[in-house]
């Protein structure tokens, strides 16, 4: 039997066995070891990634007291209490977990009586606005809290639950519908899910965030930036695409960045006169939810964005790696008024390392010499024969 046919039996075999399996989190340890160190705990990520999930299976084994966010009873009685109140709410509970924070009001201050008044108590807080939760955190629990980011599930997360073999087999498949929980076991019903979560969830936070007078202008924008991944964007041709002022198109990202939808990459330059100072690429933190956006989900094979679908993939990952491992530095990409180029440039411990990315092993990467000579940087080509030590496994 040849390799081939091999992975693809064991991709099929998904379906039977993906079902039911609960995948391991790789941030779970941190988020374990966090617990009862004198630290609220705040757990930021878009919808319907586990968050909840997560949390309620690592206090499988304990009491607790679970507060829903998103319940109008529950943002009543934890909007403005006073410390009483809270008393009354608490009763004899250790551990208060209160999930889609963001949605109640004032939630910093109700935060940080818990904090310091029940002095035994663990708090943790979950929420899918980035801007909200911090914001109404921020300076009410300076000092008081541990923040964690959860992702759609991670490929190296999905291959150490199902193994090696599974995971490359299902490669392409995860390339077009990405890692949403849902959209994983719901194996048939992949465009569906992903249309759900879309509409139904993702955007239900933006358009809680600001006053959208004209949604179709959001879904517009979203779909110039889904088409244009990995090419550096233009908010003065996304303005004229979609009829709007180029300051409305900024405000508009930055609500789908803050609400997890999208992240950028802004352009590196140090030295060279020619650089690209200011341009910026963005991205999207699943694959599936950007083909949801510009309703495309053909396999790989009848596809002309693979490149695209790869380097988004490839980044997303990196992203989510370097934060469940704790790894901080920056991320750029490079490029010269002459088009030379690299996918993906990281900064760390003053090192520079460059990227490039290659779906097929065989292309040739061009290598710029003048960004090696001038960073004293190293340059690593990413194909999909050797991916897995770029995004945590290996």
Same mark, same amino acid.
């Given at each position: 039997?040849? !390799?081939?046919?091999?992975?693809?039996?064991k991709?099929?075999?998904?379906?039977?066995?993906?079902?039911?399996?609960?995948?391991?989190?790789?941030?779970?340890?941190?988020?374990?070891?966090?617990? !009862?160190?004198?630290?609220?705990?705040?757990?930021?990520?878009?919808?319907?990634?586990?968050?909840?999930?997560?949390i309620?299976?690592?206090?499988?084994?304990?009491?607790?007291?679970f507060?829903?966010?998103?319940?109008?009873?529950?943002?009543? &009685?934890?909007?403005?209490?006073?410390?009483?109140?809270?008393?009354?709410?608490?009763?004899?509970?250790?551990?208060?977990?209160?999930?889609?924070?963001?949605r109640?009001?004032?939630?910093?201050?109700?935060?940080?009586?818990i904090?310091?008044?029940?002095?035994?108590?663990?708090?943790?807080?979950?929420?899918?606005?980035?801007?909200?939760? @911090?914001?109404?955190t921020?300076?009410q629990?300076?000092?008081?809290?541990?923040? #964690?980011?959860?992702?759609? =599930?991670?490929?190296?997360? &999905?291959?150490?639950?199902?193994? /090696?073999?599974?995971?490359?087999?299902?490669?392409?498949?995860?390339?077009?519908?990405? #890692?949403?929980?849902?959209?994983?076991?719901?194996?048939?019903?992949?465009r569906?899910?992903?249309?759900?979560?879309?509409?139904?969830?993702?955007?239900?936070?933006?358009?809680?965030?600001?006053? =959208? @007078?004209?949604?179709?202008?959001?879904?517009?924008?979203?779909q110039?930036l889904?088409?244009?991944?990995?090419?550096?964007?233009?908010?003065?041709?996304?303005a004229?695409?979609?009829?709007?002022?180029?300051?409305?198109?900024?405000?508009y990202?930055?609500?789908?960045?803050?609400?997890?939808?999208?992240?950028?990459?802004?352009? /590196?330059?140090?030295?060279?006169?020619?650089?690209?100072?200011?341009?910026?690429? =963005?991205?999207? &933190?699943?694959?599936?939810?950007?083909?949801?956006?510009?309703?495309? !989900?053909?396999?790989?094979?009848?596809?002309?964005?693979?490149?695209?679908?790869w380097?988004?993939?490839?980044?997303s990952?990196?992203?989510?790696?370097?934060?469940?491992?704790?790894? !901080?530095?920056?991320?750029? #990409?490079?490029?010269?008024?002459?088009?030379?180029?690299?996918?993906?440039?990281e900064?760390?411990?003053?090192?520079?390392?460059?990227?490039? /990315?290659?779906?097929?092993? @065989?292309? @040739?990467a061009?290598?710029?010499?003048? #960004?090696?000579?001038?960073?004293?940087?190293?340059?690593?080509?990413?194909?999909k024969?050797?991916?897995?030590?770029?995004?945590?496994l290996?």
């Amino acid at each position: 039997m040849l !390799f081939g046919e091999l992975i693809h039996q064991k991709a099929l075999l998904l379906v039977n066995t993906i079902k039911g399996i609960m995948i391991q989190r790789l941030i779970k340890k941190n988020l374990e070891q966090a617990l !009862f160190r004198g630290k609220t705990i705040l757990l930021i990520g878009p919808r319907q990634v586990g968050k909840t999930t997560l949390i309620k299976e690592i206090l499988s084994d304990r009491d607790y007291l679970f507060l829903d966010g998103d319940d109008p009873l529950i943002r009543a &009685y934890l909007t403005n209490p006073n410390t009483k109140e809270i008393e009354t709410i608490i009763g004899q509970a250790t551990v208060v977990f209160i999930d889609e924070a963001q949605r109640i009001e004032n939630i910093g201050l109700t935060a940080k009586i818990i904090h310091d008044q029940f002095k035994d108590v663990q708090l943790i807080l979950s929420g899918s606005s980035a801007l909200e939760l @911090k914001t109404h955190t921020h300076e009410q629990l300076t000092g008081r809290k541990r923040e #964690f980011n959860l992702f759609p =599930i991670s490929y190296a997360e &999905y291959e150490n639950n199902t193994g /090696f073999i599974n995971g490359v087999g299902d490669l392409e498949t995860r390339l077009v519908y990405g #890692f949403y929980p849902e959209a994983i076991t719901s194996r048939g019903e992949e465009r569906e899910v992903l249309n759900e979560i879309s509409q139904s969830y993702l955007y239900r936070d933006i358009l809680a965030l600001a006053n =959208i @007078k004209k949604p179709e202008v959001l879904e517009k924008i979203l779909q110039a930036l889904a088409f244009q991944i990995g090419s550096e964007v233009s908010y003065n041709e996304i303005a004229q695409l979609t009829g709007v002022d180029k300051n409305t198109v900024a405000n508009y990202i930055h609500l789908l960045e803050i609400s997890y939808i999208i992240f950028p990459l802004t352009s /590196f330059s140090r030295n060279l006169r020619n650089e690209i100072k200011t341009n910026r690429k =963005i991205y999207f &933190y699943d694959n599936g939810i950007r083909n949801a956006v510009i309703q495309n !989900f053909n396999p790989i094979e009848l596809r002309d964005d693979v490149g695209a679908l790869w380097e988004n993939f490839l980044i997303s990952e990196r992203l989510k790696h370097n934060s469940y491992s704790r790894h !901080f530095g920056n991320r750029y #990409f490079w490029r010269t008024k002459q088009q030379q180029e690299i996918d993906y440039v990281e900064e760390r411990d003053g090192r520079i390392t460059g990227y490039e /990315f290659k779906w097929n092993p @065989k292309a @040739k990467a061009k290598i710029p010499s003048n #960004f090696v000579e001038t960073y004293n940087a190293e340059i690593k080509v990413i194909s999909k024969d050797n991916f897995r030590a770029f995004i945590g496994l290996d």
